[in-house]
Each structure stands twice: as C-alpha cells, then as structure tokens.
C-alpha cells in the first residue's frame, strides 16, 4: 500500500512564526501537489512539483520536492491568519493513462492573531 | 473558464435510497476522478473514468457503488441503498492529461447525509 505520511496533523501558531509541513512516503512519485482545503469546500491546488529537488516558491509559501522524489516540504513564511487551513499533500504516479492520488492525512494550520 | 462544478452540493437521503452524486468537469478535459473524505479521515481515491471507459476503480466498493462517464454529459457517482456509513464528502476531480504533470483540479464537493 502506498502511503503519504503527513506531519505535523495539527498546528497552532501565532502571526509572524515559519512553519513546515513535511510529506514523507517509501514510494516514489511523479509528481506531488500541494492543496489548501477550507471547511465545506473542495481542494485547492496550490503547486504541482515533479523534479527530483525541485523548489517552487508562491509569495510567503516554498515547496520542495525530494532528490528521490519520496518527500516534499512546505514553509510558510511569516504566518498570516488568512494561511489557516488544511494543508494536503499528494502524490502522483503518472503513466500514459493518468491516474490517482495518494493523499497524505493533512495539516490542520490554525494562525493566531 | 468555469472550474469542476459539482451537483447538489448537499444531498440527504434515507438507508435504502439511491445517490446520485453529478459532476462536470473543466472545459477542455476528458479525465475524471472520484474522491471520498470520510469524517476525521483523508481522502481517498475511489474511480478514475475517461469518456464512456472506467480506467482504474480500485478504490470503489465491491457493492451498491457505480460510476459513469458518458461521452455526454457529466459524470455520475451512484449508490445504491444507502447506508450511513456512507454519509461522507464526495469530491470530484478533472484533469486534461499533455504530459507531465497531470494536475487535477477538484471541485467544491457534494456532501451526503444518510438518515
């Protein structure tokens, strides 16, 4: 069974603090996306990485992608209270047909003002 | 560019009736996949269909669950006689398949509640 372990589950900080959430899993992956999930509604892609030690960065938010392709990590910067929410990560083994997403459990983020 | 649009949004039936669960994907793509975030839990993959074929339903449920993708019109998730272990968020995602990567890009979901 391919797992996607997921940590920390649970997160509270307060404004200005850097976290990281961490994606970590035995498979390798072609690809890993990261989404942002708020109550009630669906999965929001934020970033798709698909090189071995790829860094992409979107504003305060950096995502890397493992050299074995087997992890990947998000840093926010300077946490806001609007980044609150349930982080996601998945991953992607694509063949010429597509196919599924390995979710990892998520990370519940709560920033304090 | 209307994103992954879901149908109803909130949907309740009683033990024994029938969900049908309608989704459509974004314009232009012709892969759909079905997800299933039970209460406290992640979410997990149910059916990858493409237009008319079931590609890869290794997460649906041996009984009462079927999916569809007719070459028109949206895609159905169905579920016969349902049971309250049923009652979960159903998300749908699309994706349009050139090459790498193969983002899905998912919907706002339909969330089904069992009496």
């Known amino acids: 069974t391919q797992l996607l372990e997921q940590s920390p589950q649970f997160l509270s900080i307060q404004e200005g603090e850097n976290l990281t959430v961490y994606c970590n899993s035995s498979s390798v992956f072609s690809s890993l996306q990261w989404y942002r999930q708020e109550p009630g509604e669906g999965p929001v892609l934020l970033v798709t990485v698909v090189t071995g030690g790829e860094v992409k960065k979107l504003k305060r938010l950096t995502f890397q992608f493992g050299d074995a392709r087997k992890d990947s990590s998000l840093h926010i910067t300077a946490a806001q209270p609007g980044d609150t929410g349930l982080y996601l990560c998945?991953?992607?083994?694509?063949?010429?047909?597509?196919?599924?997403?390995?979710f990892g459990q998520g990370t519940e983020l709560s920033v304090k003002p | 560019n209307a994103g992954v649009m879901q149908n109803p949004r909130h949907l309740v039936r009683r033990r024994g009736q029938e969900a049908r669960l309608r989704c459509s994907p974004m314009?232009?793509?012709?892969?759909v996949y079905w997800y299933r975030q039970l209460p406290e839990e992640g979410l997990k993959f149910m059916v990858y269909?493409?237009?008319?074929?079931?590609?890869?339903e290794s997460g649906m449920p041996k009984e009462r669950f079927s999916a569809e993708f007719p070459k028109e019109g949206p895609s159905i998730l169905r579920i016969q006689q349902v049971v309250r272990g049923d009652s979960a968020a159903y998300f749908c995602?699309?994706?349009?398949?050139?090459?790498?990567?193969?983002?899905?890009?998912f919907g706002p979901g339909t969330r089904l509640t069992v009496l």
């Open positions: 269909l493409q237009k008319e074929n079931i590609i890869d």
């Open positions: 314009k232009g793509h012709s892969h």
């Open positions: 998945a991953g992607g083994k694509k063949n010429n047909q597509g196919g599924k997403l390995i």
């Open positions: 995602a699309s994706s349009l398949l050139t090459g790498t990567p193969d983002t899905q890009y």
